[in-house]
């Protein structure tokens, strides 16, 4: 089976990314390939959680994102990428991204308005306005959404995420 294409994802970020770009951000230092490369991921990252929440698969060979039904079907059942004809089975389609933490019905609005918004923000500013939002929204979620972007154990990335709150807002507060 080794020439059999299969479905990828974009992995998740090292938190440290962020707050690199935080940090260079705060000291009024652009990093403009750290925010395109942080930006960029993050698209990328968002968009196949939302593709996996809705049930879709992005096919190895054309890259089309077609259906795959799979909650309560057989493992067997046969789903095909209609421009191309190449298939996946429900199993292996929940098997490709299972424990991966690509399931995050609960963070479609605050990642689909980033994916939908970030391409056209032209500007550095624009650009990290936007990333700083879905920050902010991940933040307030707490740790389901955390878990679906950023790598690590996630008391780890909410810690982060908690000090970035405080970077954000110049404001000290007691732990
Ligand atoms: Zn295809």
Redesign the pocket.
């Known amino acids: 089976m080794c020439c059999v294409k299969r479905l990828r994802y974009a992995p998740k970020l090292p938190i440290a990314r962020i707050r690199r770009l935080y940090q260079a951000d705060a000291l009024r230092l652009r990093d403009d390939d750290l925010l395109t490369d942080v930006g960029w991921r993050l698209v990328a990252r968002c968009a196949d959680v939302l593709m996996v929440s809705a049930s879709q698969a992005r096919?190895?060979?054309?890259?089309?994102c077609?259906r795959v039904p799979w909650i309560g079907q057989p493992p067997s059942l046969v789903s095909t990428?209609?421009?191309?004809?190449?298939s996946v089975t429900a199993g292996e389609y929940h098997d490709s991204w299972r424990h991966q933490d690509l399931w995050g019905t609960n963070a479609r609005e605050p990642l689909g308005a980033f994916v939908a918004t970030y391409s056209q923000a032209a500007s550095y500013e624009a650009r990290m306005l936007l990333i700083d939002r879905l920050i902010n929204a991940v933040h307030t979620t707490g740790g389901r959404v955390a878990r679906n972007l950023f790598e690590g154990r996630s008391s780890q990335v909410i810690a982060a995420l908690d000090a970035l709150a405080v970077d954000c807002s110049q404001a000290p507060r007691d732990g």
């Open positions: 096919c190895p060979e054309c890259h089309a077609f990428c209609p421009p191309c004809g190449w």
